[in-house]
């Protein structure tokens, strides 16, 4: 197995990201031309879908194995926004996973960072039949008339001041429009909107703000995020991330 992406510190921040919801160990799905995790937070709230399918990957045998994932997030602490990084096993070692951080435009004086980090074999199967349809088969979210609200990722940090007014923050969602109100035990007020404010929205749900916080590094993994709300409020809230030209993540939120 070798998969080199050339944009090293998306991985890391992909890694950062699960990482923040306290997540012990990361079951970690290989195949030819796929990279999957699939992995929920401690209580279930959170899950996250991420699927990497780019081209400078090679995989000769099918392996489901877990990392733990604080000592992952550790090793890949040091990788600039110029390193690429490299996931590989050998054949002679097939208990480690290989890891090479290194700039990705080398100057006279290569520097090459190789580490390992030991890996369990898991008997899973991440192959479940969807994450998009509910137990009676009906679509989850509205494939027909998607309704989403993409925003830049570099504003969603500014969620992180809303943490300070209360623990539970109301999400109210439309066509272009998402806004983030703190309800509650309410200090003081506040509400951040993006787009332009329905009378009506279609939907509109009560969360933990933590669960929002736990993903505010997804600046250093894609430009812009999704939301976008099932048909049913009882089903998790969807956002939705491109991994530049890596593939896609998904985080579903309860």
Do not use: W
Not at 91 to 112: F, H, T, Y
């Amino acid at each position: 197995f070798y998969a080199e992406f050339q944009k090293g510190h998306t991985l890391k921040s992909t890694i950062d990201i699960l990482n923040s919801s306290k997540i012990p160990r990361c079951p970690i799905h290989i195949s030819p031309g796929l990279v999957e995790i699939r992995i929920s937070n401690a209580n279930n709230s959170i899950l996250y879908n991420i699927r990497l399918d780019h081209k400078s990957m090679s995989c000769k045998k099918e392996r489901y194995f877990s990392v733990n994932l604080k000592h992952l997030a550790r090793l890949l602490k040091n990788v600039k926004k110029k390193d690429s990084l490299t996931l590989f096993f050998t054949n002679e070692n097939q208990g480690n996973l290989g890891i090479i951080i290194q700039p990705a435009k080398q100057s006279d004086m290569p520097r090459k960072e190789q580490l390992y980090i030991t890996i369990h074999e898991e008997d899973l199967d991440l192959c479940i039949d969807s994450l998009e349809n509910a137990d009676d088969g009906e679509p989850i979210y509205n494939v027909k008339d998607m309704i989403k609200a993409s925003i830049k990722t570099t504003e969603y940090q500014r969620l992180k001041e809303l943490k300070k007014i209360s623990k539970n923050v109301n999400v109210k969602l439309d066509k272009g429009y998402i806004s983030f109100m703190p309800v509650g035990e309410v200090v003081f007020g506040g509400e951040l909107s993006f787009g332009v404010s329905l009378d009506k929205p279609v939907y509109n749900n009560e969360f933990f703000i933590e669960h929002f916080i736990a993903i505010t590094k997804v600046s250093g993994v894609s430009t812009t995020m999704s939301f976008i709300p099932p048909v049913d409020p009882d089903y998790p809230l969807k956002v939705l991330l491109d991994i530049h030209e890596y593939g896609t993540m998904c985080i579903y939120i309860k």
